[in-house]
Structure formats: structure tokens, C-alpha cells
């Protein structure tokens, strides 16, 4: 089940871009809004879908039902013409999809307990697995040439329409709760209790930089394999691996996440947790700084290094997160105080994130080439080379007198991942200034972490 949770999200979450950018040639600003759908989705979708599996349908058969439509929607996705179409289907995938993430948690919980399994130790052996469906996914779709193409949507519908059926036959019931009270206050039933956490200082810093450190969580996730595969527009890069199989090699920062996992409690148990999300937000820094500098020759060690130090910033801020909620909150509201510090990251902050890079990107980092020896230039090659002009020709545009008859746009990615080091630096100097937290052993203990 996790294998396939994640395949089908793996099969066009990294590679959308290159369709956007490269088939459709569709704008930036448009494309931070897809991304978007799935913050807005996790705003309300995850607590909705909750409370009905929690009052009144089996947590299986919700999950089954939320597969299938979204198989349903990715179908129709491939085949949609207009980037305004296109954002209308997708926030109706990612209201199918993101809910499907914390069903398939507890739906695993409550098959390990009634197995009578130690949940600390048999769930994240399993979990692992949806990294690995991640990781087979985005070698798929690379592998198989549909990178940039509308079969990666299609490969990810007949994954969830495989798993849908899957789950019909294979995962145990998991009948309603009946946890909350028939007369509970509506604040109650909708968690709305945890926001009461806003009125405590430390925790409030926390949400905040949590919601604007989920601002670059997706940035590359958005943006990484395309900025990989526009290597191509140069020359002296157009054969190189990096270019052919950029997926696969993004696909590293998705194995150093499975490694990153195992050295957790070593970090948290020397380090505590508020160092341990200091690291993570360093290592963000370090992914963008990389990015940055990194090209498919001599700069090659960057975009590896970057793509290793991503597990690092993915896994410990995420991981040590949750794990100060735990920590930090009432027993009362812990599962309402989870919910809030994953809206605010992968909601308020993703959709943030989306957007404003897209806006950003396009209005400040997007430039127009007019002539062929301005373009030349800027890909560092001569006006004569074959490739530079099959380049050209490739977009469509016609030469006279060395002028283009309509402008080629290039995005100027160096300085795009520098202004996300420089954001992601001023919040870890925020953070270590103005976040206070005292570390203490007993606390991993007592939730047996």
C-alpha cells in the first residue's frame, strides 16, 4: 500500500514542470498555481475526509473511493488544453489525492495494533516502502521517455487505479472510531481547538516558521528536474547524463531521505530537537546554494551534493517538527496540534511558496532573447553551432538577419537559487535568534521515540 501511496504521486510530482515548460510552454506565474492545489487541498480536504472516516465510513472504502477518482481526474488531466482548465482538474486530483496520505497512516496504525505490533519500530520499516514507490516512479517516467509528456499522468492513474483495486481484496477493515462526542462543540469536531496553541509565544514562532520554511519545501520538488533538463539549451551540455536523465538523478535527494531516516534518533538524542531543525533549515540553504553553482561538467559534485543534503533538510525538519508538537502539547489536542503544523507547512506555506516563486520567477528571473547573437552569448556558444539552431528551430522561431520573429524566453536559474539560499539564511538566522528551546532527553523517551 505505501509502495504504491507514493508511486503515484512520484510518477509526475518532479517531472510536471518539463510538460508545463517544455510541451506546453504554458507561464511560470500559472505554474506556481498548480502547485498550489495541493496546499489548498490540504487545508480543508485531510480534516474532512477524517472526520467521515471517523463518524460514519470505513477508512478502507474512503480510501479506495479517493484513488479511484483520482485516477479518474489524472486521465482527464492528460488530455487538457488550457492551462486554466488544467489548474481546475488538478485541484480536483490533489482534493482526491491529499486526503489518501493520512488515511493510508491510519489505516497502517490500526492494522499494526490489531496485529499487535510496536508501532515505534514495525511503521517506519513500512513507511520506507513509499519512498522506494517514489523513487520507481520517477524512474519510470524517465526511463520510459515521458518525462515531459502527458503519459506520466497516465502512469500514475493506472497505479492508483491498481492500488484502488488492491485495497478492495487486501487491506483489512478499518470501521469508524466513534472517537468524538455526539455533542461536542463544532470547534471540537473540526480540531479547530489546537489554534488556542497561538496564544502560547514559543509555539506560535514555531507555526510561523513553519508555515514559511513549507514555503521552500516544494521549490524543488517544482522546479529542480526542469532546471536539469534546461541544461539542454546549452550546447556543451545537451548530451550529458544530466540532461538525458534528470529524473533519476533528482531521484537521489529521494534515497538520501531513506538514509536521513535512520540517523534521526542519533541526531535528536545528541543534538536535541531544536538543533535538529536548525540543521535541516542549514541544509536548505546548502540544497539552493548547490543548485545554484552546480552544472552537468565540473559542477556535478554540487547537484549531487545538493541532492544528498535534501534528506537532511526534508527528513529533520519534517521529523523533529512533529515531533516537538508531540512533545509540546496537550495529549487533548496532540492529534489537532499535528494536523495544524502539517497545514501550516504543506497548506499556508506551500501555497505561498507556489505562488509567489512563480510570480517571482517569471517577473524578475525569466529573460527574452531577441537576436541570435544575444541568445548565443547567454548559452555560451558560437551563432553557427548545429545544435544552438536546432534549438531554435525547435521553438519555433525564424531567423532574419540574425533577428528572432518572436522572443525566446530563458529562465536565469543561478540567481533563482540564490534568491531561495538568501530567503531560506535569513529564516535560520530568524530562527536561531528568536526560537528558544531547551533540550531534554526524557522528552524522546516519553513518547517512545
Sequence with gaps: MNFLQFFVWGAWLITIANYWFGTKQWDGTQFGAIFSTMGIASLFMPTLMGIIADRWVNAERLYIGLHLLYAVCLIYLAQVTNPDSFFTVMLLAMCCYMPTLALSNSIAYSSLTKGNHDLIKAFPLIRVWGTVGFIAAMWLTNLTGNKATEYQFYIAAGGSIFLGIYAMFMIPKCPPQHLTKENAKLSELLGLEAFKLFGNYKMALFFIFSMFLGAALQLTNAYGDVFLSEFAFYPKYADSLVVERSTIIMSISQISETLFILAIPFFLKRFGIRNVMLFAMIAWVLRFGLFAYGDPSSGLWMIILSCIVYGMAFDFFNISGSLFVETSTDSKIRSSAQGLFMMMTNGIGAIL????????????????????????????????????????????????????????????????????????????????????HKHDPKDLENTGH
Excluded at 536546432?390 to 518572436?406: E, H, P, R
Excluded at 522572443?407 to 540567481?415: C, E, G, P, S, V
Design 353 to 436: 511558496g507556489s505562488q509567489v516563486s512563480g510570480w517571482l520567477i517569471d517577473k524578475y528571473y525569466t529573460k527574452p532573447f531577441d537576436t541570435l547573437a544575444g541568445l548565443a552569448t547567454r548559452l555560451e556558444t558560437s551563432t553557427d553551432n548545429p545544435k544552438l539552431l536546432d534549438f531554435i528551430a525547435g521553438k519555433g522561431v525564424q531567423i532574419t538577419n540574425g533577428t528572432f520573429d518572436s522572443a525566446i524566453y530563458l529562465k536565469d536559474w543561478q540567481h533563482i537559487w540564490l534568491a531561495f539560499a538568501i530567503y531560506t539564511l535569513v529564516i535560520v538566522i530568524a530562527f536561531s535568534i528568536l526560537f528558544k
